[in-house]
C-alpha cells in the first residue's frame, strides 16, 4: 500500500494548537492510503475522458465550419499504415490510455500530489495538460503530422499540387497550435477533474493509524485528530455491533455512511471470523463451483469509520453498558464500552441433544464446513474406486442429507451432481447404480416455504436420482450408518446435518424477553423491550409480523432491511429527533432454492417460476447481492466456467476427517 504524504490544509507542516497550551504548536502528519494499481486506474480512465471531450470541438468545428480536422485522424491511420480515420481514432485512444498510466505512476511515484480535494486535481490537471503539449504533441506536430500532413492531402485531392499542399498544411499554424494548446487544456482538465471525483468516491482514505479508523475528508480528518487525540471529547456516542452476518455488515456500512463525518460517533464490530460469508453459495463452494475466497468478503474490507476486533463474545453486561469479548488467537480478553449496542449474532446448530449425531456428522454453515465436505466427498469415492468389498464400498458410496429445508435442499441438489458426474468423468470402477443420495426431512413435504412448488423439487429431484424420505427424523448415527425414526439403518459413512439451528448462548443469556425458540423479542423499532439502546437483528431477533401473526423469517432479505431500519432509528435517537424513528414493516419479496444443475424454484412476488428460469433467477439474485464488485465478477467467471469444464475434483487440503481405523 502506498502512502502519499500530506501536512495540513496546504500540503505542509500545519500546526494545530493543543489545548493545554495554546502556545504549544503540534504537528501531526494525516497519511491518504493508496494501492499504485487504483491511482493509475483512475488517471488512466480520466485520460480517456479527456481524450473523447477534446475532441468534441473538433468534431463541432468540423460539421459546422469544416475544419476538416479528421485529416490529422487519417495521418495518425498512415502511422499503422492504413487509410480509415478510425483506426488514426483508435491509435489516438491508445496514446491517451498509455499517457495516463504514464501520468498515473507519476502522480504516485514522482510528485506524491494528493488529488482527491477537486482544486488539486485541477491543478493538476491543468499542468499536465500544458506539460503533455509541450513534451508530447509539439515533436509530434514538428515531425509526425506535419511532414505526412502533405501526402495525406495530395491523397485526398489529386488535383492538388504539392506547393497547393505545402501552403495548405502550413496555413495558419498558429492558430492551430493554439487551438492545441487548448484542446489539451480540456483534456488536462477532465484528467484533474474526474480523477479527482473518481478518487474521492473510491481510493482516498485518510486513516488514523492510532484509532484505525479512515475518513473521506481531510477536514474530517483533522477534526477528528483535534476532538479525540488533542482535546478529547467526553461524550462520544459508541455503537458496537456483534455479528459479521448479512445484518450485522448490513448496518455496519450503513452506519458509517451515516456518520461519515460526525467524529463524536465510533463505530465498532466484533465478530469471531474476520470474513463475510455469502452463505446460500456454500453448496456450490462444497462441491468446487465457486472458489472459497470468492463468497468470502474480508470485515476490514467494509471498515472505513469502523474498528474491528476479531474476538469471541464471552459477556454481555446491560447494566454497566459493556461487552466482554476474548481475541481469537492468545484468548486475551477486552472491555467494550457501548451507549448503542447492535446485536446481530447468528444461530448455531442444533443437533437437539444428541451426541451421536453430533459426532458423526458434517456442517454446512462456515466456509470450513463447506471445504470439509468437499474434501470428504472426494475421500469418500477415492476409497470406494480402490475397494473390491461391495459393502464397504455401498458406505462410501451413499450419501445422507438431513433437512427438507432450503440449506439441505440445495446441498443435496449440489451433491449428487457433483458425485454422479465426477463419477462418470473420472471413477470407472464406480458402478453409477450402486450411488445413493438420500434427504431426509422430518416433514411430509420438502421446501414447505413455498408451497405447491416444493412439489416440483421433489420430483425434479428424485427424477436426478436423489431418494427422499419424509415424515422421518435421524435418532442415530455412527461412523458408518445413519438410524432413522421408522426403524431404517442406512450404511453410510457421509452424514451432511441441515436439520436445524439454535440460538448462541450470548443471546440466551440475555436479560430480557425470548421466544420459545430462544431468540429476543424486539419491539417494532427493532429494540429490547427493557432496553431501548440495545437492537437486535437477523437470526437472534424475534420481530412480529402483525399481517401474519408470526415472527418474520430470519432470511438474508429481512437481515438487510432491519439494518436500513434499526440505523435510521439510532440515527434519529443520536440526533434526538424521535419524530424520525420508524416501525419495521416488510412483505417478502419471496423465496428460491436452486435444487441441480440448471434446475431451481423460486417464488417471487406472487409469481410461481420453476427449471432453468428458477435457476437463473437464482443466480442473478445472489449474483447481485455479493457485496463487492470483484466477487462478483470473480463469481461470475467461476459460473462461466462450470458451463464447459468438468467438476474439479482435487481435493484442497488435508482437512481432519474420518477415517476407516478410527
Known amino acids: 500500500m502506498a502512502l502519499i504524504e500530506k501536512f495540513g490544509e496546504n500540503f505542509s507542516s500545519s500546526p494545530i494548537k493543543n489545548s493545554s497550551n495554546e502556545n504549544k504548536m503540534v504537528q501531526y502528519r494525516s497519511r491518504v492510503n493508496f494501492s499504485l494499481h487504483k491511482e493509475i486506474f483512475f ?126 498544411a502550413q496555413n495558419n499554424i498558429s492558430v492551430k497550435l493554439l487551438d492545441s494548446y487548448f484542446t489539451h ?7 484533474g477533474v474526474i480523477a479527482s471525483l473518481l478518487t474521492r468516491k473510491l481510493g482516498a482514505n485518510f486513516r488514523c493509524h492510532k484509532c484505525d479508523v479512515e475518513f473521506l475528508k481531510i477536514e474530517t480528518y483533522h477534526k477528528h485528530h483535534k476532538l479525540v487525540h488533542d482535546s478529547p471529547l467526553t461524550n462520544v456516542k459508541k455503537i458496537v455491533i456483534l455479528g459479521g452476518g448479512y445484518a450485522g455488515v448490513s448496518i455496519l456500512r450503513k452506519l458509517q455512511k451515516e456518520f461519515e463525518d460526525d467524529v463524536n ?59 466482554i469479548i476474548t481475541r481469537t488467537f492468545d484468548n486475551k480478553k477486552s472491555t467494550l464500552d457501548y451507549d448503542y449496542l447492535v446485536l446481530t449474532i447468528g444461530n448455531k446448530t442444533n443437533f437437539f441433544g444428541n451426541e451421536n449425531i453430533q459426532n458423526n456428522s458434517l456442517t454446512i454453515k462456515t466456509l470450513g464446513d463447506a471445504i470439509g465436505i468437499r474434501n470428504h466427498v472426494i475421500s469418500m469415492l477415492e476409497n470406494a474406486d480402490q475397494e473390491d468389498d461391495p459393502i464397504l464400498q455401498e458406505k462410501f458410496v451413499t450419501f445422507v442429507v438431513v433437512g ?26 464406480i458402478d453409477q447404480d450402486k450411488i445413493k443420495v438420500i434427504l431426509i426431512s422430518a416433514k411430509d413435504t420438502i421446501l414447505p416455504e413455498i408451497g405447491e412448488l416444493g412439489k416440483y423439487a421433489f420430483e425434479s ?21 445413519t438410524t432413522i425414526s421408522d426403524g431404517r439403518i442406512i450404511p453410510t459413512r457421509t452424514i451432511i446435518w441441515a436439520g436445524g439451528n439454535k440460538v448462541d448462548s450470548i443471546i440466551t443469556n440475555l436479560d430480557t424477553e425470548h421466544d420459545r425458540s430462544g431468540r429476543i423479542v424486539v419491539d417494532k423499532l427493532l429494540r429490547l423491550k427493557n432496553h431501548p439502546n440495545i437492537f437486535a437483528l437477523g437470526d437472534c431477533a424475534s420481530i412480529m409480523d402483525e399481517k401474519t401473526g408470526k415472527p418474520y423469517p430470519p432470511t438474508a432479505q429481512h437481515a438487510i432491511r432491519e439494518a436500513k431500519v434499526a440505523t435510521g432509528n439510532i440515527t434519529a435517537n443520536l440526533r434526538e429527533r ?37 435457476w437463473f433467477l437464482w443466480k442473478q439474485y445472489y449474483l447481485a447481492t455479493l457485496p463487492l464488485t470483484e466477487k462478483k465478477i470473480r463469481v461470475a467467471f467461476d459460473w462461466f466456467i462450470d458451463l464447459f469444464f468438468s467438476k474439479d475434483i482435487t481435493r484442497l487440503s488435508e482437512l481432519k476427517e474420518r477415517s476407516l481405523n478410527e
Not at 432450503?406 to 470407472?428: A, H, I, P, Q
Not at 429431484?461 to 450408518?481: Q, Y
Open 43 to 168: 488517471v488512466t480512465i480520466s485520460s480517456l475522458i479527456g481524450a473523447i471531450a477534446m475532441f468534441v470541438p473538433r468534431i463541432i468545428f468540423d460539421v459546422t465550419i469544416n475544419t476538416q480536422y479528421y485529416i490529422a485522424w487519417l495521418v495518425f491511420a498512415r502511422i499503422l499504415d492504413s487509410d480509415s480515420y478510425l483506426v488514426g481514432i483508435g491509435l489516438h485512444f491508445v496514446i491517451a490510455t498509455t499517457i495516463g498510466i504514464i501520468t498515473g505512476i507519476i502522480l504516485h511515484k514522482g510528485i506524491k500530489f494528493n488529488i482527491s480535494k477537486l482544486s488539486n486535481g485541477l491543478i493538476y490537471g491543468v499542468i499536465s495538460g500544458i506539460i503533455v503539449y509541450f513534451v508530447f504533441f509539439m515533436p509530434v506536430q514538428y515531425f509526425v503530422l506535419g511532414p505526412n500532413m502533405v501526402d495525406v492531402l495530395m491523397e485526398i485531392n489529386p488535383t492538388m499540387s504539392f506547393g497547393d499542399a505545402t501552403s495548405h
Open 185 to 191: 487544456l480540456i483534456w488536462g482538465i477532465s484528467v
Open 265 to 323: 460517533v465510533s463505530i465498532s464490530i466484533v465478530s469471531q471470523d474476520n470474513f463475510f460469508l455469502h452463505t446460500p453459495m456454500l453448496p456450490e463452494m462444497a462441491t468446487g463451483v465457486i472458489e472459497p475466497r470468492h463468497i468470502a468478503t474480508p470485515i476490514r474490507a467494509f471498515c472505513k469509520r469502523a474498528r474491528f476486533y476479531q474476538s469471541r463474545v464471552d459477556s454481555i453486561d446491560t447494566t454497566s453498558k459493556q461487552v
Open 404 to 429: 427438507g429445508g432450503f440449506s439441505g435442499v440445495e446441498t443435496v441438489g449440489e451433491l449428487n451432481d457433483f458425485v454422479r458426474e465426477s463419477t462418470e468423468k473420472f471413477y470407472r470402477n
Open 461 to 481: 429431484l428424485t427424477n436426478n436420482g436423489v431418494e427422499i424420505i419424509t415424515t422421518s427424523k435421524v435418532v442415530d448415527a455412527g461412523k458408518d450408518f
Open 578 to 614: 424521535d419524530d424520525l424513528q420508524k416501525e419495521f414493516d416488510y412483505e417478502s419479496k419471496g423465496s428460491m432454492a436452486k435444487i441441480g444443475k440448471r434446475d431451481g424454484v423460486a417464488l417471487m412476488l406472487g409469481h410461481k417460476f420453476q427449471g432453468i428460469t428458477a
